[in-house]
């Protein structure tokens, strides 16, 4: 057993022995042309060998073909009269991130002023050197049919760059670090898979703000659905609203802190970062064969983003940008607006609505029936004039404007699955529009205080109402009965 030990611990000292020896092969840099500021011991110059592994002028480059560690091959165009590079490839279905292209191609063709490591290496050192198995291949086409291939190997042992070589050449060359990042880039770094076309955010301008709409469906049924409402509309707003307005699955006010910070910022930290597979044969694979659909607007932009399962490894998700044949993954975002209900996102305000848009309302109270409506009129100078009946009876502006707020203010303090209960309801408020359209809430009594509440008929908005209908609603009519006024609320 010990001698079994000891012969182990022999075997590891002796591979420990040949990877520092293999390590000590590796060549350091040796030094660059130092320029006109570095003078020698007499105050001349220092003369140091110019090293070149390839130079040529952008002008007379057709294209650069990048091969990722023998993969599928991609080029980058330059435009000779703009400058301007573009992808140029089967699977280039996103667009390119100019700026990264265009420091590919300028070190590409300018790779120049380099340290030699080796003039003839044999076959060992190109494999040390990691030029056996290239990570990465470019082929530089001139504008005259000719080519030349270049290869870029292993990192060097010290962590200062990378060694390359031109063709089938036993010259070695060691790149920089900062040519090699460059060089040596994944294909994502070229590509531009955003989601979003925002800028990130800033303290005074977050990026959420800039969304206009935003619908969420899961198995093909509107799920969430967000509307910003306009300047103009908030402008004119009878009561303190939030900017946005929730419309799916029924028209509705929102509340402004839950939307922004669970579903909105969220939305624009969607970032994906990979590209996990171009056209996909299996999305069942990705869980992207019934994708959950995220549809994103802008002042200028609309955007649909699908969304599938999670990676095991990153626990990030698969997704495709809609119109793109690839799957990507965002390893990072924060998917959890996905389990946002609706019912989470409510304000407290079961409607609202500017009166100038309603012709009447009826109100059902404790079996009695009184509708109030409206007549509308403007002035020369646009000024809206109201004129409200109660019954038969005509009410001040006022009243008529206070008892209409009143039926605004039906407000809900959360949510239960309940179901609509089979007796009829205690109270019921219908509000004609305009337009033709009604749009109803139903109350059905539950204890003294609270009340179900049903809104346009729908079984999946019920709500708990703590508010006393008795004070809110027939006092006040009580009070025009008696021909007083309804107080300000």
């Known amino acids: 057993m010990r001698r079994s030990a000891l012969i182990a611990s022999i075997a590891v000292v002796l591979a420990l022995a040949a990877g520092i020896a293999a390590l000590s092969l590796w060549p350091e840099p040796q030094p660059t042309d130092p320029g006109n500021g ?95 198995k290239p990570v990465m291949t470019w082929r530089v086409t001139r ?83 967000l509307r910003k409402r306009s300047e103009e509309e908030m402008a004119e707003a009878t009561l303190d609203m939030s900017t946005y307005q929730l419309t799916q699955p029924f028209e ?49 932009w609309n955007g649909t983003l699908l969304i599938g399962g999670r990676d095991p490894e990153s626990g990030g998700r698969y997704v495709m940008i809609e119109g793109y044949d690839a799957v990507l993954l965002d390893p990072s975002g924060d998917y959890r607006f996905l389990d946002a209900n609706w019912d989470y996102l409510r304000s407290g305000m079961v409607w609202l609505h500017d009166i100038k848009t309603v012709s009447s309302l009826t109100f059902e109270l404790e079996g009695v029936t009184r509708v109030l409506r409206f007549e509308h009129d403007y002035d020369e100078e646009d000024t809206h004039i109201l004129r409200g009946w109660l019954d038969d009876n005509e009410v001040s502006e006022t009243n008529a404007r206070r008892l209409y707020m009143a039926a605004l203010r039906v407000t809900q303090d959360g949510g239960t699955d309940a179901g609509i209960p089979q007796s009829p309801p205690e109270y019921r408020i219908a509000m004609h529009f305009l337009d033709g359209e009604t749009e109803t809430v139903e109350l059905y009594r539950i204890s003294d205080l609270q009340f179900l509440i049903v809104y346009n008929g729908a079984d999946t908005g019920l709500f708990i109402n703590r508010m006393s209908l008795q004070q809110g609603f027939l006092s006040r009519f009580d009070m025009l009965d008696r021909g007083e006024d309804i107080p300000r609320m």
């Open 252 to 300: 509705g006010e929102s509340n402004e802190h839950m939307v922004s910070t669970v579903v909105l910022e969220p939305i624009t930290g969607i970032a994906p970062s990979r590209i996990e597979t171009l056209l996909p044969a299996d999305l069942s694979v990705y869980g992207l064969d019934s994708p959950i659909r995220l549809t994103v607007g802008g002042a200028e």
């Open 38 to 132: 570095d003078n020698g011991e007499n105050g001349q110059p220092i003369e140091t060998e110019v090293t070149e592994l390839f130079r040529e002028s952008q002008d007379n480059v057709a294209g650069i073909t990048f091969s990722p560690r023998g993969g599928t091959p991609y080029i980058i165009r330059r435009d000779p009269e703009t400058g301007d590079c573009e992808l140029d490839a089967p699977e280039a279905l996103f667009p390119g991130r100019h700026a990264a292209m265009r420091l590919a191609h300028t070190y590409a063709t300018g790779l120049a002023n380099l340290t030699r490591v080796a003039e003839n290496a044999d076959d060992a050192q190109l494999a040390l050197f990691g030029l056996d």
């Open 143 to 225: 504008t005259d049919g000719t080519s030349v291939e270049l290869m870029a190997g292993a990192e060097q042992a010290a962590g200062r760059g990378r060694y390359a070589r031109r063709g089938n050449s036993r010259e070695v060359f060691l790149l920089t670090e900062l040519q090699a990042s460059y060089l040596t880039n994944t294909i994502e770094y070229f590509y531009d898979l955003s989601f979003l076309p925002y800028p990130p955010s800033t303290e005074e301008e977050p990026t959420w703000q800039l969304i206009e709409s935003v619908l969420l469906e899961k198995d093909g049924e509107a799920v969430i659905g």
